[in-house]
């Protein structure tokens, strides 16, 4: 074991808690799939790409330049398939196959979109708010020339204004929220004041180019041939169910559509570690001490893959999480423990109210799952639509395991990543609760990998052959 600490995920919280254990004289190791360190939020453009300056960027700037004059060692590019006893991380790179050991791993792993399915979305043309920030942020180029922008949460006026600011042009932006549900959340926003006025700022370049703004609306259907086309808008109640109303049909070559956040919590599922469902946080995250800990001795988990708590708390509980790390390694005494992480905590304190605010706006809709039509696909990679998850649960399945064995729903190259909430929403409508349903288990490869990057490059005359038993 040549490093002290493995960390995954280079984003805010990954990339603060390396910085931290490495300046408490920790050896550490620190990977991510991506090329460079930052994030979803703070993503770097693609190589040779000049991007126009922002926040975001100078922010992701300034992280990628105190990582390259520190310790850490960063093995970035990286695809991390498996993980396994005594913390170790098998991955792919550049240079094909390598694993890591270390007797501590801190699990940083972000957080995934939730779209929920409508008729039509999976038409080329659809994309995920996150999918669009991607595009945006890192290749400088547009999801549609006419685009609709849709769901909940901060990420549509962002993805709004990044539109604009791109030259495209908005038919509609609908928002699952009414205007009531913004102005109980401003005495929480405006505990963030730099954040507020950027999300301000956006608002104002969405009212000066007129986008039309439909509160309380929802995708009711995407079409079109073979790529979109036409997005229909209709009314929803405050739950997220359609109600009567007048639908709208917009014009569009682009639907940008977004219900929130999953927490990518499959590091510590993978080491059956506690766990509870918590709506506002995103769905079933790891149970936490107030540093990081688990339930397993040298497992920690930090950042929106635990709980959804956005950017600013992602920080200060990814430095909180190496600290304690270092601590827990013998590199940091208690009295020094305790005062080089008081302002971590005290910054976690001071963003409780807007990270919450912000949590309640993306929480999942039961009555908008409620409203997803029978022959609508939900695991869009192995084609199992609602009608087949209600017809497993008529056949027997009563958890997420025997709903995958029913239907191979969560068996495609996603692991159920992008399906496992809304089709555990829609079984534990009719078995109870979440907590009854649970989670797909767990297991590797945590994301596909191709079996030649696996295998590397070999003759079959390299294959030791034993030789025949005898008769």
Known sequence: ????????????????????????????????????????????????????SSPELSSGDALRARLAASAVECRLGRTVWSVGSHFRVD???????????APRLIAATGAHERVVPFPGWTLPGVIGLAAATVLLKSHGALPGQRVVIAGCGPLLVAVAAGVLKGGGTIAAIADLAGPSDW????????????????????????????VPVLFRHGVRAAEGDDALSRVSLAPVDAEGAFIAGPERVMEADALCVGHGLVPGAEVPRLFRVAQAFDRQRGGFVPKLDAEGRTSLNGLYACGDGVG????????????????????????????????????AREAIGQARAFS???ADMMALRPAQVAAIPPETTVCRCEDVTRADIESAYADGARDMNQLKQFTRCG????????????????LAAKVGSRE?????T?????????LADLLGSFDYSDIPIPPPAPL
């Open 91 to 101: 991955a792919v790179g550049p240079d094909g196959n390598e694993h890591v050991e």
């Open 442 to 450: 767990a297991r590797p490869p945590l994301r596909p990998v191709a």
């Open 183 to 210: 102005l109980r959340a401003l005495p929480a926003l405006a505990s963030q004041p730099r954040l507020l006025a950027r999300g301000a700022g956006w608002a104002l370049k969405i009212g000066g180019a007129r």
């Open 356 to 358: 919450d605010a912000m």
């Open 308 to 343: 959804l708590r956005g950017a600013l708390v992602a920080e200060a509980a990814g430095r909180l999480a190496g600290l304690a790390c270092a601590h827990d390694a013998g590199a940091l005494t208690a009295a020094t423990f305790a005062s080089v992480s008081a302002p």
């Open 1 to 52: 074991m040549s490093h002290d600490v493995i960390i995954l995920g280079a984003g805010p919280a990954g990339a603060n808690a390396a910085l931290a254990a490495a300046e408490s004289g920790l050896r550490v190791a620190l990977f991510d799939q991506q090329p460079e360190a930052g994030g979803q939020v703070w993503r770097a453009p693609l190589p040779g790409l000049s991007m126009p």
């Open 411 to 426: 068996m495609g190259p996603c692991q159920g990543r992008f399906c496992g909430d809304v089709a555990a929403e829609i």
């Open 436 to 440: 009854e349903v649970g989670t797909f």
